[in-house]
């Protein structure tokens, strides 16, 4: 994502109480953004959402569970790239 993107978000998030930006302690050049309790919920709301969806789609525990597994590899995977 490019850092002016990043930027926009970040500043959107902030305004709608989603994260906070502090600096850190021992570096005031570095910057730590962390989520709000709002933001949590949002969060929460949303992967209680998806999980919702994804044994919907796979009613078998068996599928559901391959499915998270082969999942879990593919973002492994994506961790690697730059």
């Known amino acids: 994502m490019v850092k002016s993107n990043l930027a926009l ?3 959107k998030c902030i305004n709608e109480d989603l994260i906070e930006k502090t ?9 730590l953004y ?3 309790d709002k933001g949590r919920g949002y969060l ?7 999980e919702k969806k994804f044994t919907t789609v796979l009613t078998e525990e068996k599928e559901r569970n391959d499915a998270m597994r082969r999942f879990d590899d593919a973002v492994e995977l994506l961790s690697f790239i730059p």
């Open 34 to 36: 962390s989520l709000t």
């Open 44 to 50: 929460d709301n949303i992967l209680n959402d998806i």
């Open 9 to 11: 978000l970040a500043k």
């Open 23 to 31: 600096r850190k302690s021992d570096d005031g050049r570095s910057l």
